[in-house]
């Protein structure tokens, strides 16, 4: 199950990968406007398809796959925000995820559905957790506990200063970004390739990073970095509860990658999240720009800890969460060209 990959490379940093070595901001890009003003005006994809759960029977839903990563196995976030999905089935409209815990206990496999099944842990006055087993091949790929509560005030109220970036009209996306590497004339022709490729796979997800440089693993670098995401197309005001599962299945792009950022010097032989823990602080929409901003505190033992956090636009922070994964990896060659 090993897997090559460069430093600084989780399933879903693919998709920036290499993307990134102009640090010059675009210039001009349409501005956010409503959702539904954007000229990709149709309903995202997660919403339609990803996070479109069928009922198999109470309690038991199926999943299928959108993007499947080059390491082919099932993207966590997809799995996170199914089991999300699945939890928020059988609690009412006036309880709003606050946290979910999941520990990703085996690969996912691409070549088949992925079953939840949600157990009703606890029904109380304020709080409600649910219990989802995501499962394949009659075994356990991810267990999860997802809490829900009633809308309680509170007195008690503060929260960390967003940090102060470019706004998302200044920035390129990862795909621009990629069409300005692939006009450099000393590219090999196998990146070509490898960035042609990137560019014919859509993910649901569309990406600004502030720094591209950060994507870009050249030289060791500091164990943080953020860029501007948000869901493709149109979710709407709608259900709290779904914008929190496509912020789930957000989160889990590029986090991991972050811990690798210092380590230029070595190669990811393999990498894969072993859980993934996540709070939701405020209302939001997936469907708008929100900063996610990473950073790792830690790694040793062969693991390496992410946190990441998701901000509004307007400064409220919408989220948070923290990843563990393992990251084994080995030195790159003197000669080797990154
Ligand atoms: C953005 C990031 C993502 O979305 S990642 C996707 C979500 N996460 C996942 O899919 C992870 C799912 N979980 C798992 O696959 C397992 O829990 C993992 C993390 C692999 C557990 O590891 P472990 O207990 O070592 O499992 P295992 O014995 O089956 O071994 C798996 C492969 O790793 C190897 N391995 C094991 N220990 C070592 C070691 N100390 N040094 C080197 N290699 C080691 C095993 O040999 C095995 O390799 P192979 O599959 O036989 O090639």
Redesign the pocket.
Known sequence: ??EEGKVGE???DSRLKDATESEDSAEDDSSEGSAAQRPQDLRSVLVTSVLNLEQLDIDLYRGTHHWVPRTQ?????QIIGQALVAAAKSVGDNLYAHSIHCY?????DPKVPVLYQVDRTRDGRSFTVRSVKAIQHGQAILICQASFQVLQPSPLQHQLPMPVVPQPEDLLTVEELIHRYLSKPDLTESAKQGLNKLLATEVPVEMKPISPAHFHRHAPGEARRLFWARARGHIGEGDMKLHCCVAAYVS?FA??GTVLLPYSKYKAR?T???DHAMWFHSTFRSDEWMLYECDSPWAGS?RGLAQGRLWRRDGVLAASCSQE??L?VKAVSENSKL
């Open positions: 199950m090993a989780s399933d879903a196995r099932l993207f966590g976030g990703f206990v085996r690969a996912g889990d986090l991991l393999f894969a999240s072993l062969s994964g393992v084994r």
